[in-house]
């Protein structure tokens, strides 16, 4: 585990200083990919490199007959996101997760930023999902003040996003974690809709929300392969509506 | 290693014919519970067949203004009384079904 030998970076732009990073990978109601693809689209975020490894599973991307990436960096003014369009195994998880925090860590980045799902029993009756954030440090914390949630105050917390923040304190770089309320085993646009409406004070722009959530049969019905293989590659407790916040 | 062998089409583009919905099937106390996502799906256009073993689901919507048909036969993992099963689809697509168990069918013998 964290081994980052044999992921390779590719980065085509110019680099930016003290950034924001968002990382998006697939879980729990594919919350974070949804989310960060609109955000790319809305931000107009350019691609600007790859992350690739042998390690990875091995499955391209096909649009109109060409082989993409799978793993993609999209950049902007101060800002990258990070998405992983394919579900990864947890040792390859592991590995990308460092890898990038390893790169990152180079720029000093203001905060680094996952956002996931977590599975609620009751999501069909919720209309609003609640949002909640964990930092992984008062530095952090001050850097990602007007990231609107509650706080995850007292608990326990394991899982992908406990990984991320532990990995991210590792290396002395300001990380939060932002946990939607959310399906399982569905696609779940407005879940990530919430996250939005959760760092849009902090990114400092509109983000048209509505568009998402008018877009949002599209959306589960493009994304229901992805959803389904999520499901097959991810360990069962992160799944089950037995919350990974325990407070 | 079956996977790295293995042919993945993702995206719907790859689908020909019905889309099976993803669901998701709970064993609770007195029978089984199923969700299944049906974006587009209003309840006019959908079908919901029950039987000892199984549910059948079938259902028709415009996605992006292009149609998609829906289908998926779920086996239950306990049989279930078919008279009994109650469905609601929620606004945004989502169909709830209760599927009670069957009944047990004990009936008291009289004993010469």
């Known amino acids: 585990m964290g081994d980052t030998i044999d992921v390779e970076i590719v980065e085509t732009a110019v680099e930016v200083k003290n950034p924001l990073l968002i990382l998006a990978v697939p879980g729990a109601g594919l919350v974070g990919v949804i989310a960060a693809d609109h955000l790319i689209k809305s931000m107009g975020l350019k691609e600007i490199g790859k992350i690739d490894s042998p390690t990875f599973p091995p499955v391209i991307a096909i649009r109109d007959g060409v082989a993409k990436d799978t793993i993609k960096i999209y950049g902007g003014t101060n800002l990258y996101v990070v998405k992983a369009d394919i579900p990864l195994p947890v040792t390859a998880l592991a590995q990308l997760t460092t890898a990038v925090l390893d790169w990152i860590a180079k720029k000093r980045p203001k905060l680094v930023m996952v956002i996931g799902g977590i599975p609620e029993e009751d999501r069909l009756k919720i209309t609003n999902p609640t949002v909640m954030k964990v930092y992984n440090s008062d530095e952090a914390k001050a850097a990602g003040e007007k990231i609107k949630g509650e706080f995850m105050k007292d608990g326990f917390l394991s899982g992908y996003a406990a990984f991320f923040l532990k990995e991210a304190s590792r290396r002395g770089i300001p990380a939060v974690a932002l946990i939607v309320q959310s399906f399982a085993v569905y696609p779940d646009p407005g879940a990530a809709a919430e996250a939005l409406r959760a760092i849009e004070p902090l990114l400092g722009v509109e983000l048209d929300i509505s568009k998402l959530e008018e877009e949002s049969e599209t959306i589960r019905l493009k994304l229901k392969e992805l959803m389904s293989q999520t499901v097959k590659a991810m360990p069962k407790e992160e799944l089950s509506a037995t919350p990974m916040y325990i407070g | ?112």
């Not at chain 2, 089984?32 to 039987?51: Q, Y």
């Not at chain 2, 415009?62 to 008279?83: F, H």
């Not at chain 2, 697509?93 to 599927?99: S, T």
């Open chain 2, 1 to 112: 290693m079956g996977w790295f062998y293995r042919e993945v089409r993702w995206g719907y583009f790859a689908v020909r014919g019905a889309v099976e919905p993803l669901s998701e099937i709970k064993l609770v106390k007195d029978g089984v519970e199923i969700t299944v996502d049906l974006p587009g799906v209003s309840k006019e256009n959908l079908s919901l067949s029950a039987s000892e073993d199984a549910i059948l689901i079938e259902a028709t919507s415009m996605v992006g203004g292009a149609p998609v048909r829906y289908r998926k036969l779920i086996k239950m993992p306990i049989p279930i009384d078919p008279d009994g099963v109650k469905a609601k689809l929620s606004e945004n697509g989502i169909l709830y079904i209760y599927a009670p168990a069957k009944a047990k069918g004990f009936r008291r013998v009289e004993v010469e």
